[in-house]
């Protein structure tokens, strides 16, 4: 197992680009269920959880290949509907392909999800919406039965609001099941983000007949076959977030370059308060170098606000601020995993009842730290980079399942980071 070794307070310079979406890749390519057709899927993201779901894909009968940054698929097994528990368990979004299975092949068998441990995140939601189509749903021994009755999926009005509101995943499943339905589906409370515009949108250019996608109601209606699709995945607004936020904490003038302004504007506002200025030029974004940032006060919901995906990464940042910071968490009120380890670099922060108090120090300092999820890593490696000293992130298999090559392109910035097995840094401390 290998961990990033750290040696902080590098200033970094350049440009990094931004890759394709992981939240909008997951569920696109498991749009090729939908169809008989061949696929392309241009930038997807070279990661493990979209290595994983085209493993997935392919124990449904797809056959699949990867060309850099390209994926293509084609059908050439219908007839198993079963997503096994050995890869679906791995990661949450593994239970996408609920909805295109069982729009397309009338029956499916997923296992319950899988993924980062960052509090409960219920699947109700999904399960009610694809009753609502007329689904008959059992679970049985960890795995999830879905079946369409015998005159097919009928069109309805479902309303998908949950305990944290919407639910994005939830949303992608119940659309793409009812692009198959009878009649005219409408989702009420319908998640927002731009990665459900864009599985709506190449869902259309399949021949799909989806409106509203991006408002609280979209509205399908049904139709009989989809064709196949080239798509473009749109930029990672999460991976963008991360990178200007390694910008602001190193206090480095760096540009992301080719990710989406707009669909950052939350994040954007943010910075400005704690007196980030982030300059912008069509699809770049510079961070101008400032002092140390000023404490602020942000509270996580659904796009268009701050996301939660966000919250670690700015817990990083706030841990140096000047003043008191807090961070309210209102989609997973446990998701505060990375506040622990960041105690050991140095940071004050006290979590109660889904809100972080972060009092700002002057610097942190390196010390042995260990990833408890995907976005935690990465603000683990965020904190390790504005941090005294050297810090080893250990489990970064959590940090690879969303950024690719993490390491490699900080290390092209400046920063001065290294992927090295922790076995032979273990026993190197050992002397």
């Known amino acids: 197992m290998d961990c990033y070794l750290v040696n902080g307070g590098a200033k970094l310079s350049g440009t990094i680009q931004v890759n394709g979406s992981k939240n909008a890749a997951l569920p696109i390519l498991a749009v090729s269920l939908m169809t008989t057709g061949r696929c ?52 949450r979004a593994g239970v996408c392909v609920l909805g295109p299975l069982l729009g397309m092949r009338g029956q499916a068998t997923v296992s319950l999800p899988g993924g980062c441990v960052i509090g409960e995140r219920p699947i109700d939601l999904h399960l009610k919406g694809l009753a609502a189509l007329g689904a008959e749903i059992t679970l049985d021994q960890g795995n999830i039965h879905v079946k369409a009755p015998r005159g097919g999926l009928r069109g309805t009005t479902i309303y998908l609001g949950g305990k944290f509101g919407s639910s994005v995943l939830a949303t ?12 005219t589906t409408v989702i009420e409370c319908a998640a927002c983000e731009p990665e459900v515009v864009d599985l709506a949108d190449c869902l259309n250019a399949m021949g799909a007949q989806i409106e509203g996608a991006g408002s609280p109601r979209i509205t399908i209606r049904g139709v009989r076959r989809l064709k196949g699709v080239e798509w473009n995945v749109i930029p990672d607004r999460i991976e963008t977030a991360t990178f200007l936020i390694a910008g602001a904490i190193t206090r480095s003038p760096i540009t992301v370059a080719g990710g989406r302004p707009d669909h950052q504007l939350a994040v954007l506002d943010t910075l400005r308060q704690m007196g980030i200025e982030v300059r912008r030029s069509g699809t770049r974004m510079t961070i101008v170098p400032a002092d140390r940032p000023k404490a602020t006060e942000v509270a996580t919901l659904p796009y268009p606000a701050f996301p939660t995906d966000v919250q670690s990464p700015m817990l990083a940042l706030m841990a140096i601020a000047n003043g008191t910071s ?25 979590v109660s009842n889904g809100q972080a108090v972060i009092q700002g120090v002057e610097r942190l300092s390196g010390a042995p730290v260990m990833a408890s999820d995907l976005r ?26 969303g950024y690719e090559r993490f390491e490699e392109r900080l290390r092209k910035l400046g920063a001065q980071i290294a992927r090295v097995p922790e076995e032979a840094v273990v026993a190197a401390e050992a002397g």
């Open 40 to 91: 392309a899927f241009h930038n997807v993201p070279a990661i493990r959880d979209l290595q994983t779901q085209v493993k997935i894909l392919n124990t449904l009968g797809i056959e699949s290949q990867w060309h850099g940054h390209t994926v293509t698929t084609k059908v050439v097994d219908s007839y198993n509907s079963i997503a096994p528990y050995e890869l679906v368990k791995t990661m």
């Open 376 to 401: 935690a890593g990465a603000a683990l490696v965020l904190a390790a980079l504005a941090a005294q000293g050297q810090t080893r992130v250990s489990r970064i298999y959590h940090v690879e399942r």
């Open 326 to 350: 807090i961070i309210t968490e209102r989609i997973y009120p446990d998701r505060f995993m990375a506040a622990a380890e960041m105690k050991r670099l140095g940071a004050n922060i006290a």
């Open 172 to 183: 992608d499943n119940v659309m793409c099941a009812a692009v198959f339905a009878k009649g």
